[in-house]
């Protein structure tokens, strides 16, 4: 079983900064891909940015320039520098990530999520 915890959420006024950190627990597997996702009020959740295990990211449109995501694969947790921040950026922020562990000969993989942190960006 991984455990996701996610840290670093808050309130901050808009043109401000807040970083993000999710910490991936447990044994016996190996964390694949990390990703962010977000969930504003009354939205879907929506992918942010993503990062693969050797350090490839992919950072969405909306927050492309302003969004960093970066790992530690030491301390299997992934990151998310968030600068510029405005009030559309406001929602809960999830990690995801992807944990594979070998089964006789084969791989298995599964995603978890952890719980989610607040992030509120005021006008």
């Known amino acids: 079983q991984v455990q996701l915890v996610e840290s670093g959420g808050g309130l901050v006024q808009a043109g401000g900064s807040l970083g993000l950190s999710c910490a991936a627990s447990?044994?016996?597997?190996?964390?694949?891909?990390m990703a962010w996702y977000r969930q504003a009020p009354g939205e879907q959740r929506e992918l942010v940015a993503s990062?693969?295990?050797?350090?490839?990211?992919s950072i969405e449109d909306s927050v492309k320039g302003r969004f960093t995501i970066s790992r530690d694969n030491d301390k299997n947790t992934v990151y998310l520098e968030m600068n510029s921040l405005t009030p559309a950026d406001t929602g809960l922020y999830y990690c995801?990530?992807?944990?594979?562990?070998?089964?006789?000969?084969?791989?298995?993989?599964?995603?978890?999520w952890g719980g989610g942190t607040l992030v509120i960006v005021s006008a």
């Open positions: 995801k990530a992807r944990a594979v562990w070998p089964v006789a000969t084969s791989i298995v993989g599964m995603d978890y």
């Open positions: 447990g044994s016996g597997y190996t964390i694949n891909d």
């Open positions: 990062i693969t295990s050797t350090g490839t990211t």
